[in-house]
């Protein structure tokens, strides 16, 4: 299973080190440009209304809190561990669904999904039944990352698909820019509504705003149906597949992940600090997303309209910013670098932790939120590298699931993120109007942990590089 030892940094030649001639590779055909960007166009929207969501649902973190009568802690376990608890079981074998079926499929019915568990928080009439809708949330996205890099990658030719991974931020963007304005002000809008009773159910105001925002998911769901399915290209056996006439036991065992498992074991030199990273990374990421909004409430006494305005000017011109420099900084790198990817994130990693201490601790709420504005340019610029260094290195035969664990990483920890600052904030400040204490210990213990382990991936994953160049991939 081992997927072979990584060259010297060195190596001068590595196709000579190994012993090795390059194969020719087989012609691939590739969809037509239109059929490849609209598929990459339902994607982004897909995305968008994912991220959008989960930013709507963050702005609604104080009413919540208010009406349900919830500590710190039991809301930050609300957004979430509760909505990942099913991910940890099923995440990754419906991952195996992007490897074996048409991908659009897969992701058609992971957004319509999520627009249900969304809706479905939007009748909830108690704590323990909106944990009940929030539970399969992530199982329902769980197939929507790997089944869509999957999907560009074959359908976009690799000279050009950065450029596609680089245009799947304007999904991210989108809803992080557009999800706080329009969030912030329906919350307003809802704020002296009266309860609504409709079949014996008591509707809350801004329990309508989830109703509303879980339309836009179905519409997604309908739109994949309309992409056409790119050829999957043949791949090299670059991990063990289980035999056709397989057993039952041992077809289980693959799709359940184990096989992906074992490849990113027999490598871990190269995966390891890169999962590592993003895990904690995420962990401060995600958990400050959601409670920047208290924060802002609870530090400068704003209100979710002024929250929902300023994050979105702010995180637009960031995110924008981002992109562009991502790419610049990547492509600057590449003509110097093989570990380009790594590198460049390392950089970006160390620009996001630098801009969230700023924010924590800026003396006036304008003055937090350009810092944010920045952490989000450094965050978003260092996305496109972290995925671009997955895809480079995966075993192509299992990229689907492999890339499920490294995002598993990211949507686990991220989800916890929210719940450890809440212990935090209830444990160990023990004042939820110190709320900015909680948050400024996460974010000085966890960020540079991650800025060193993604310093400690550099080297093995240039070496990777330089073996799959010597292999011909």
């Known amino acids: 299973m081992a997927l072979g030892p990584a060259l010297p940094i060195d190596a001068e030649e590595p196709a000579k080190e190994l012993g090795m001639e390059m194969a020719d590779a087989p012609e691939k055909s590739w969809p ?34 208010t009406d349900f009568g919830l500590t710190d802690a039991e809301l930050g376990f609300l957004a979430g561990p509760a909505s990942i608890i099913c991910y940890v079981f099923v995440g990754i074998p419906l991952a195996r669904l992007a490897d074996i079926y048409p991908r659009k499929y897969v992701l058609a019915g992971g957004v319509a999904v999520v627009g249900l568990v969304t809706a479905l928080g939007g009748i909830a009439q108690n704590y323990l039944q909106f944990i009940g809708s929030r539970v399969f949330l992530a199982a329902g996205g769980s197939a929507h990352a790997p089944s869509s890099y999957s999907l560009i990658a074959d359908a976009f030719p690799p000279k050009v698909i950065t450029r596609a991974f ?26 002296h509504w009266q309860p609504s009773h409709v079949a014996g159910l008591t509707i809350l105001p801004w329990q309508w705003i989830l109703i509303w925002i879980a339309i836009p998911a179905f519409l997604a769901a309908i739109l994949f149906l309309t992409v056409r399915e790119p050829e999957r290209h043949p791949h090299a056996h670059d991990v063990e597949q289980p035999p056709a006439d397989a057993g039952f036991l041992r077809k289980l065992f693959t799709f359940m992940g184990f096989d992906a498992a074992r490849a990113i074991h027999a490598n871990g030199k190269v995966y390891y600090p890169l999962f590592a990273a993003l895990a904690l990374s995420a962990t401060e990421s995600f958990g400050l997303a959601f409670w920047r909004v208290p924060f802002m409430i609870r530090t400068f006494g704003w209100d979710e ?11 637009l011109t960031g995110s924008l910013a981002g992109l562009v420099l991502g790419g610049v900084v990547v492509e600057w790198l590449a003509r110097r670098h093989k570990d380009a990817n790594v590198r460049a994130a390392f950089l970006f990693f160390c620009g996001t932790t630098i801009s969230t201490l ?5 003396p006036t709420g304008w003055t937090s939120m350009i810092a944010f504005g920045f952490a989000g340019m450094f965050g978003l610029a260092g996305a496109v590298p972290q995925n671009a260094a997955i895809q480079r290195v995966a075993p192509n035969s299992m990229r689907g699931q492999v890339t499920a664990f490294y995002l598993f990483m990211f949507t686990f920890f991220g989800a916890m993120g929210s719940f450890v600052i809440g212990l935090v904030s209830q444990y160990v400040v023990r004042d939820p109007a110190k709320l900015q204490e909680a948050l400024v210990i996460t974010a000085g213990i966890v960020l540079p942990l991650a800025c060193f382990l993604m310093f400690r991936a550099m080297k093995p994953y240039r070496g990777e590089v330089a073996r799959l160049e010597a292999l011909g991939r």
């Open 166 to 191: 680089a245009l799947l931020q304007f999904g991210f963007i989108g809803g992080t820019t557009i999800g706080p304005v329009v969030g912030g002000q329906l919350i307003v809008m809802t704020a």
């Open 305 to 315: 309209a002024q929250i929902g305005a300023a994050i979105g000017l702010t995180m």
């Open 32 to 65: 037509s440009s239109a059929a490849r960007y609209w598929a990459l166009f339902v994607i982004i929207f897909a995305t968008f209304v994912t991220f959008f969501d989960q930013v709507v649902f963050g702005m609604l973190g104080e009413r919540i809190k």
């Open 358 to 362: 700023v924010a924590l601790l800026a």
